[in-house]
């Protein structure tokens, strides 16, 4: 089963536009969904628990309303083009980067270690169901936000990620999750798109690929969890063309 959730994006320059259709205003995130079945890391075969969706959460639970919608950008190319770096990369410590394969990823704050339990940025690129990217601020986490930087510019498609924690059904409904994420990225686009409050992989495909220096995902909006506050994300990938 396949969906297309709604995007709207801005470009600050004259470089490449992603062309992104379909229930996007210009651009457009696609999604692709396998069937139903447990994600956890605890599940066994044939496994289908889900957590209760976020509207079955108390009001005091719930995330408050997200931003405004960025703005709708002019119509877009068809094909992928090289674009000039031009927008400025955030500032996120230095403390909170891990060194990657392919690059560096930062995240603008860490959840502090519990026991022996870590929640920093390399988590998200582990390939462990156990592990997770946990924002460190008060509530939410809105506005916090990661970067993964590349080595050289390369050719871009989207993103997948595991939204929320994805170690067990019951720390996934108590833990803090995304519902929707700004994109930007070097060529100076923005982009806006919901993430379903959901467990399993979710990939937001761009309409026609892009080369890119550095992307930024930053939690636009989130709701908490059953007895946390603090989102995170167990996984995420760089879909390289």
């Not at 050719?155 to 997948?160: A, P, R, T, W």
């Not at 992307?215 to 908490?224: L, M, R």
């Amino acid at each position: 089963m396949a969906w297309e959730f709604g995007v709207k994006k801005s470009v600050r320059s004259l470089g490449a536009l992603l062309c992104i259709g379909a229930l996007f205003a210009v651009p457009s995130l696609a999604q692709e969904n396998a069937e139903p079945s447990c994600p956890f890391l605890e599940c066994g075969p044939g496994d289908n628990r889900m957590p209760p969706p976020a509207a079955e959460l108390s009001p005091s639970l719930q995330s408050p309303k997200a931003a405004p919608s960025r703005p709708t950008a002019p119509s877009a190319p068809t094909a992928p083009v090289a674009a000039t770096t031009v927008a400025t990369m955030p500032d996120l410590p230095a403390d909170n980067c891990t060194r990657l394969d392919f690059g560096t990823v930062c995240t603008s704050s860490i959840l502090p270690q519990w026991r022996n339990v870590t929640y920093g940025p390399a988590n998200m690129f582990d390939g462990q169901l156990d592990t997770a990217w946990v924002e460190g601020v008060d509530g939410t986490g809105v506005g916090e936000q990661l970067t993964v930087t590349f080595d050289e510019e390369r050719l871009v498609s989207g993103i997948s990620l595991l939204n929320g924690y994805h170690k067990s059904n019951d720390l996934f409904a108590k833990n803090g999750r995304i519902t929707e994420i700004y994109l930007d990225t070097s060529d100076g686009m923005q982009l806006a798109a919901p993430i379903a409050d959901d467990p399993g992989e979710q990939l937001r495909y761009f309409e026609r690929p892009v080369m890119l220096k550095w992307i930024t995902v930053q939690i636009a909006s989130a709701v908490a969890g059953t007895k946390y506050t603090d989102t995170a994300i167990s996984e995420m990938r760089v879909l390289f063309d």
